[in-house]
């Protein structure tokens, strides 16, 4: 774990740049860490002041006597190398660098922070920012900051790669009536990140959530691994922003197509237990519910309420979503019924109804509480004249303390008579919607975290005997590529990098004539089917490139020149290297497995139903290669697809050969792992058979580089 200790909790902090002037940043840093209670020494650096907010003011950070653990910097960007070069000399172990004109100004700015980089580097100095507006942390207690004012003493840690949305939560946080422990904003990273943060956040044990808002991942990698290891400790939630599709639209394959670096976050998130929130309001949801309320049990929700429209918008939601409304056994539905009045809903919604006042709420929380088939509690209260809001929040945190297992939500409809009632909820550490949907988000946020958990906390699946390969044949095969120029395999070369990774795969022939078409034909056994080979030509039956079901010589003979004609009249200038010859095979289950390989998190491997239809019906699953290793990974990851319904065997078919594709995935992911220079593939179709499978279509991109 990283410890960070001298940036949250320093012994002796120097803040240089300190100014009298209050309107001045450097004047509310000083006046920021004095007013946060800081408790050690804090030394303001000024040439020019003797002394700023009562606190003896030194020339340089040189001149201090003492130890000086963190340094926040406010000078202008020109003079920042020399002051971080002399908190270097000083031995100071961390800088919050404020200052902005960095790489985010491009040009002297990039050529500045790797200066400012390397100085961090060269005394061994940690680096916040810079273009950042500081840090804080409520227990120690320091706010290192110039931001207004310092929040209140919480478990929820907010590290924020944009210092705007740092200080708008700061602000807001005081009317949400929401804690934090943590606030860190990252700038422009050129040192620290928001993985190190991350790390350091889950060692801190006054954080019980971390929540971060990232533009991106500075090392998709490093990130997988370390948020596996934070996810179980505590929960980790992010908003992450530019979910855009671009590099997908610029994609050759269905599989570059349908994946695109938003798909790439989300699958590496989702692989390593990070919860990724929608927008601001889920991520504070989130972080309220987990920094409140225990990890529920299970998903099964019981929902409480005067009000039945609310109730059934809840259960819809509930119903789309992960979670699933309660079954209460036989003894709490008697109970139910023998207390409640006859018109009362007694099944899940426990439907109290309109003129319910507290005793009523009361009873039907405690049957709900005490029922084991229960995992949560959702109590909807809408403000009728009889409502008693305010009795209604006091019991309902009541339970919250009798039963700290459960996990217990409100969601108080409306606004203006329920202020007091939502301030009482609030303070009693019950998260509290306006609107079920909010609530029941998450809710399914906390389940899926605690799914996650269990998961973990499982015996690890052994992992897969690395396969029998040959790359040298693999290498050849790219070389020869390279050589001509081209990044696209030609079918009989991507089918030799199957065969040569143990992946089933119906071999090609390149033939240049008929006569050779006809003649290899004889020797695989007919029937067989006839594909264009040209570098241009992606989607062969796209243009008239494919035939399928040739029996005779006769027939391929008569192919060969159909598929010449037609090609030459759809795509006059592509290259023609001839025409492959594959044997035709039996119907299958068809699927996909395909890579891209996304810029942060590196080859992504997808699985689906496949054939013409991929891209239409986006069936398929979606892991990073590297967590393809053992068995159980690859079993799930088929097990999200329709295509499993299939291969279990539909409407009577046989089952098909499981292993098989297990097989077929695994080595995949090794073939990709092994080769960087592989781009995108796609192997569509793989035909499954009840015993064995074999790849119809492959495609391999290639780089140059
Ligand atoms: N050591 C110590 N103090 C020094 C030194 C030195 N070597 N040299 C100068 N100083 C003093 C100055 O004399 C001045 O003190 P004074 O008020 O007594 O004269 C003080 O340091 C500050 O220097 P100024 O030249 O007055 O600089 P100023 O305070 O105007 O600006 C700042 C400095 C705030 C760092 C500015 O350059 C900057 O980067 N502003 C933008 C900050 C920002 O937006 N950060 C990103 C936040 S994220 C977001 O967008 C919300």
């Known amino acids: 774990m990283s410890d960070l200790e001298f940036l949250f909790n320093p012994q002796e902090i120097a803040v240089v740049g300190a100014s009298a002037s209050p309107q001045k940043i450097g004047y509310s840093i000083l006046n920021n860490l004095i007013l946060s209670g800081y408790p050690g020494k804090i030394h303001p650096i000024n040439p020019k002041e003797k002394e700023i ?148 956040c889950t060692a801190d044990p006054n954080t019980k959530v971390i929540l971060v808002y990232a533009e991106d991942v500075t090392d998709g990698e490093k990130f997988v691994r370390v948020c596996t ?67 529920p049990g299970g998903n099964r929700v019981a929902i409480i309420t005067n009000s039945g429209g609310p109730a059934i918008i809840a259960t819809d939601a509930i119903e789309k979503s992960g979670l699933r409304m309660a079954r209460f056994n036989k003894p709490t539905i008697d109970q139910l019924h023998d207390n409640l009045p006859a018109e009362s809903n007694i099944y899940n919604p426990i439907d109290v109804l309109g003129d319910a006042r507290v005793d009523r709420f009361r009873f039907a929380l405690q049957m709900a509480f005490e029922d084991e088939n229960v995992d949560s509690v959702m109590v909807i209260l809408s403000p009728t004249a009889v409502a008693e809001p305010e009795e209604t929040a006091k019991t309902i945190m009541e339970f919250k303390d009798k039963y700290p297992h459960k996990p217990v939500f409100a969601v108080y409809m409306g606004g203006k008579t329920l202020v007091e009632s939502k301030g009482i909820l609030l303070a009693g550490s019950v998260p509290t919607f306006t609107f079920p949907e909010s609530a029941v988000r998450a809710l399914e946020g906390m389940v899926r975290y605690a799914e996650f958990r269990r998961t973990q906390d499982e015996a690890p699946s052994t992992l897969l005997l690395p396969p029998q390969v040959d790359k040298n044949t693999v290498k050849a095969t790219f070389y020869d590529v390279i050589k001509d120029r081209r990044v696209l395999l030609l079918a009989h ?168 594709v297990i097989d077929a995935v695994y080595r995949t992911a090794q073939l990709v792992q092994d080769f960087d220079e592989i781009t995108e593939m796609d192997i569509n179709p793989l035909r499954v058979y009840n015993c064995g499978a074999t790849g119809l279509d492959v495609k391999i991109t290639i780089s140059l580089d």
């Open 53 to 200: 907010l009562g606190l003896p003011c030194h020339s340089s950070v040189g001149k201090v006597k003492g130890k000086i653990d963190l340094a926040v910097i406010s000078v202008p960007a020109s003079l920042c190398i020399q002051v971080a070069r002399e908190c270097g000399e000083a031995g100071v172990k961390g800088a919050i660098v404020i200052t902005a004109g960095f790489k985010e100004v491009g040009g002297e700015g990039l050529k500045l922070e790797r200066e400012l980089q390397a100085v961090g580097k060269k005394y061994n100095m940690r680096l916040v920012g810079p273009n950042c507006v500081g840090l804080m942390d409520t227990h120690t207690p320091i706010n290192a900051s110039f931001a207004v004012g310092f929040p209140e003493k919480g478990t929820i840690s907010f590290i924020s790669q944009s210092g705007a949305m740092l200080v708008a939560i700061l602000d807001w946080s005081f009317q949400a009536g929401l804690g934090f422990s943590r606030f860190v904003s990252l700038g422009n990273k050129a040192d620290l990140s928001e993985i190190d943060f991350i790390e350091s």
């Open 229 to 295: 290891e934070a996810g179980k400790i505590k929960p980790i939630v992010i908003l992450k922003s530019g979910t855009s599709t671009a590099g997908a639209q610029a994609a050759s394959s269905h599989t570059g197509a349908l994946a695109g670096s938003n798909r790439a976050y989300d699958t590496a998130f989702r692989q390593s237990g990070v919860l990724r929130a929608e927008n601001m309001s889920e991520l504070f949801d989130l972080g309220r519910a987990f920094s409140t309320q225990p990890l």
């Open 493 to 660: 070369e991507s089918s030799r990098v199957l065969d040569a990774y143990g992946i089933p795969v119906n071999c090609t022939y390149l033939t240049t004539t008929a006569d050779e078409a006809c003649r290899i034909s004889q020797e695989i056994g007919f029937p067989v089917v006839l594909k264009v080979s040209s570098p241009r030509i992606a989607h062969k039956s796209d243009v008239g490139g494919v035939e399928i079901g040739l029996h005779n010589r006769r027939e391929v003979e008569g192919a060969y020149k159909r598929i010449m004609e037609r090609v030459s009249r759809y795509m006059p200038d592509a290259p023609i290297y001839g025409i492959e010859v594959q044997k035709m095979v039996d119907d299958g289950v068809e699927l996909i497995i395909g890579m891209s390989r996304d810029i942060q998190f590196g080859p992504m491997i997808a699985f689906g139903l496949g054939g013409i239809y991929v891209n239409l019906l986006e069936d398929v699953s979606f892991r990073l290669a590297a967590a393809l290793n053992n068995r159980k990974t690859i079993e799930e990851m088929i097990a999200e697809t329709k295509a499993y319904t299939l291969l279990k065997g539909y409407r009577g078919q046989k089952p098909a050969d499981m292993e098989a």
